[in-house]
């Protein structure tokens, strides 16, 4: 057994176990007190948040006036919703809390600035050598510090080589109108848990073209990112090989050109098709079909086991013995 002790005869210090945004009583905080006693009316400083504690909770609901070492209460008071980790301090008088906040705010602020990448010459060439390179931004609204937390992480790890999510603003609280802006400025969308938008907010997006999804389970807010990255990529293109042809006679018509007298072994041919003339095992040509006959009508496709009239465009020099493969090309969604 470890051998903890603790003095409950001075100010307390601890840490916040989690936060959230409650729609009747404002920021509340769970808190885990490791060193003296805290009580209602003491001032508290945890991260960038401050605030006089106005009650207190324990884990049954029931309003309780102090906790002491190794206990955890629910308070109420703080002017914002501070992150989960985060070491709280009993502070002797509001100025002092509220210098220390807005001091240790700055200093977030500017370490956000510096974190932020800007393109340099490598990266951009890289991107280009990518190809397509895109990013969407996001901006994460909930009202439980640890489900933003989450969904952010889990956000920033959908990012590949070709599309970057970036999480730009992370906060609890509702949707206000400084978040529509900022989505509008930075071209992001907004994805909200458990939290909606304010009326003004509402109007703004509306204004603006800012899309605002919301969700109540984290899962179906991942997927429907994970979509929309898919959406932002292009396609890709998938041959499928439609029929294999054997050429048996070939005739040079004036006018008309080379025509080959084939015999479909297997699958169907149609006249969108491509193909691919095969010598010895060797493509010699790939294009695309001119014409497509059974006998001297034109037809849109030909079946196994039946004879065919197939001109090839741009390309005259099939000979008897030939195999043509036919294919269509097929565009399949992007998959990260």
Do not use: W
Not at 71 to 98: C, I, K, S, W, Y
Not at 180 to 198: K, M, T
């Amino acid at each position: 057994m470890l051998d903890l002790k603790a003095n409950p005869n001075r100010k307390a210090t601890g840490s916040i176990i989690e936060s959230s945004l409650d729609k009747g009583r404002g920021y509340v905080a769970t808190v885990l007190c490791s060193n003296g006693t805290l009580r209602v009316g003491d001032i508290l400083l945890a991260g960038t948040n401050y605030g006089r504690i106005k009650a207190m909770f324990n884990e049954r609901g029931q309003r309780i006036k102090e906790i002491g070492p190794a206990q955890a209460a629910t308070v109420l008071g703080l002017n914002g919703a501070p992150q989960a980790g985060d070491t709280f301090h009993v502070m002797a008088t509001d100025q002092e809390a509220r210098e220390i906040a807005s001091k240790r705010e700055q200093l977030a602020r500017e370490q956000g600035l510096r974190t932020q990448t800007h393109l340099t010459l490598e990266e951009i060439g890289r991107r280009i050598e990518q190809g397509g390179f895109q990013e969407l931004n996001v901006i994460v609204k909930g009202d439980v510090d640890g489900s933003i937390e989450a969904l952010s992480d889990s956000l920033i790890k959908l990012s590949t080589e070709k599309i970057a999510v970036n999480v730009i603003h992370k906060a609890v609280g509702q949707i206000s109108e400084n978040d529509v802006a900022l989505a509008a400025a930075s071209d992001a969308i907004i994805v909200a848990f458990q939290v909606r938008p304010s009326a003004q907010a509402r109007r703004a997006a509306e204004q603006h073209g800012v899309e605002i999804r919301t969700y109540s389970i984290i899962y179906d807010a991942i997927e429907e990112v994970k979509e929309a990255m898919e959406g932002m990529l292009a396609p890709e293109m998938k041959e499928e090989i439609t029929a294999q042809v054997e050429v048996r006679q070939v005739f040079h018509i004036s006018k008309v050109g080379t025509v080959a007298g084939a015999y479909v072994i297997d699958g169907k041919v149609a006249r969108t098709n491509k193909a691919r003339v095969i010598r010895d095992g060797i493509v010699i040509h790939t294009g695309a079909i001119d014409a497509l006959k059974r006998f001297k009508d034109d037809v849109k496709e030909v079946g196994t086991n039946f004879e065919c009239g197939i001109s090839l465009a741009g390309f005259s020099d099939i000979r008897e013995g030939d195999m043509l493969e036919t294919f269509q090309e097929i565009e399949v969604k992007a998959k990260l």
